[in-house]
């Protein structure tokens, strides 16, 4: 059943299935919190904001209209402002990407000294990251973490599609100036490249 079907069907009464509709989605909304929550240092909180957020979409199916938005772009904002909401609670005036137990694998025969840099890149960039301001942050988040489309971004942001490309643009020179002295040496202009275009 696509998204809409299942939709109608717990509207008119098949509360069972909003488990399959949660089931789709799960995986992808906890990941964004715990994104969201990383600067702050509020990750443990991450599965709790991430049932509270099913929950309020649940409270609020029934004026849910897909003329507005999909599901997805819709559960992700709710998503969002359920992170900002509790943020705001903690006093956090950052988010941030600071994940050190997130570090792509190297090779297999990858030299100690590659692996040493591919850390050293990965963590510079996720702090780079972290200072942006909140709406830049986010809108990268969505796009190179979530894979999400600029349509789906300017949703959950408030924004428009234009605004949402320009928020990404401010946000990669700012990640680009940040890494300037870095962004000579090959691995890490590599980075940015791949970045860049997405």
Request: glycine share 2%.
């Amino acid at each position: 059943m696509t998204d809409s079907q299942l939709i109608r069907e717990i509207k008119d009464g098949n509360v069972e299935l909003y488990s399959t509709l949660m089931a789709r989605y799960q995986k992808k909304i906890l990941s964004f919190i715990y994104q969201m929550l990383r600067s702050a240092r509020l990750e443990l909180m991450a599965e709790d904001l991430c049932s509270e957020t099913f929950y309020k979409a649940y409270r609020s199916l029934n004026s849910f209209r897909e003329v507005d938005a999909s599901f997805s772009t819709w559960l992700y904002t709710i998503a969002r402002n359920t992170v900002l909401s509790e943020l705001r609670k903690h006093k956090a005036a950052h988010l941030s990407l600071d994940d050190s137990s997130y570090i792509p694998a190297a090779p297999m025969d990858a030299a100690p000294e590659q692996m040493l840099l591919r850390n050293e890149k990965v963590t510079m960039v996720r702090e780079a990251i972290n200072n942006l301001p909140e709406k830049q942050r986010s809108a990268l988040i969505l796009r190179e973490y979530d894979g999400l489309d600029y349509q789906e971004i300017a949703s959950i942001l408030g924004q428009t599609v234009s605004a949402v490309k320009s928020l990404l643009f401010r946000a990669r020179a700012s990640v680009k100036a940040q890494m300037e002295s870095y962004i000579a040496e090959p691995a890490y202009l590599q980075e940015y490249e791949e970045m860049k275009y997405r």
